[in-house]
């Protein structure tokens, strides 16, 4: 396979690559994702067009093509290999912001976007529409209390969380990505969630999938997907019509994924 040269490398992802060479581990309808030997975490590989993640490497659509084309024939890959001279380098960072989040716009666009998700027929992963999942009484909102501080409580509604549902990366785990992210927003690294989360954080890959050891790690960075941090940033800034197009991409994510997220980042911003 000849040398590629990337579009846009994730910050994350140019870390992993220096570390050795990447191989496909497996393929999916826009991309395919890569490992390295030794390392438990999955870097995703795609043209542009799809958003940008923690750990992501956007090639030319031909690239992505003669790459998956000759895992077709041969069943597998050899060790990819790519050229990051000058090549541009991004972060999915979301910045803390208390302030921006405690704002009267911020508070009436999660509002109104809570309304928004209830409504969607849509459902998620756990096998419910949004309204259901998120009614008050329900299993979502005791363990939503639980994780607002570090406590053995707090720990097992992590625990019932981490890799629940089917899939590359299970409803759970989308779930807390959007909790991670409202929480992040609001406390940064201070968040009760995040410390939880960090007391986990090695035995992550015997929890849930390669996909959402990622994911879940990157997030402990206040790293997230690039729709989503544009979600968070906006919520202070812009009129809710403009809030809902930012979700509704947010919301096409997988069958179901970005719809958890949502959910997750509901749930946490009404607790």
């Keep these: 396979m000849p040398c590629v040269r990337p579009l846009a490398v994730s910050a994350g992802a140019r870390d992993l690559l220096a570390c050795g060479a990447p191989q496909l581990r497996a393929s999916y309808e826009h991309g395919a994702s890569l490992a390295i030997d030794g390392f438990d975490e999955d870097i995703f590989l795609s043209a542009p067009g799809r958003g940008l993640l923690p750990l992501h490497i956007v090639v030319r659509e031909c690239d992505l093509c003669s790459i998956l084309e000759a ?6 890959t050899p060790p ?4 990051l001279r000058n090549v541009r380098i991004f972060s999915s960072r979301l910045i803390p912001d208390p302030a921006s989040m405690r704002s009267d716009r911020a508070l009436s666009n999660i509002a109104a976007l809570g309304q928004w998700l209830r409504a969607h027929p849509a459902p998620l992963g756990f096998g419910k529409p949004a309204g259901e999942w998120l009614a008050k009484g329900g299993p979502v909102e005791h363990w939503v209390a639980a994780l607002r501080e570090v406590s053995p409580a ?9 890799g629940r549902g089917a899939g590359s990366t299970p409803a759970g785990d989308d779930f807390l990505i959007g909790m991670l992210a409202q929480a992040w927003a609001s406390s940064g690294e201070q968040a009760p969630l995040a410390a939880l989360l ?7 890959p015997q929890l849930t999938t390669t996909a959402s050891v990622s ?3 990157a997030a402990l ?5 690039s729709h989503l941090v544009v979600l968070v940033r906006s919520l202070a800034h812009v009129t809710f019509p403009r809030v809902l197009a930012l979700a509704a991409r947010v919301a096409g994510h997988g069958v179901s994924s970005g719809l958890d997220t949502l959910a997750g980042f509901i749930a946490a911003s009404e607790a």
């Design 71 to 76: 895992a077709r024939c041969a069943g597998l």
């Design 80 to 83: 990819l290999r790519f050229d």
């Design 154 to 162: 707090g720990e097992q509604a992590l625990l019932a969380l981490i």
């Design 198 to 204: 960090r007391a986990l954080r090695g035995r992550l």
């Design 215 to 217: 994911y879940l790690r």
């Design 221 to 225: 960075r206040g790293e997230f997907g």
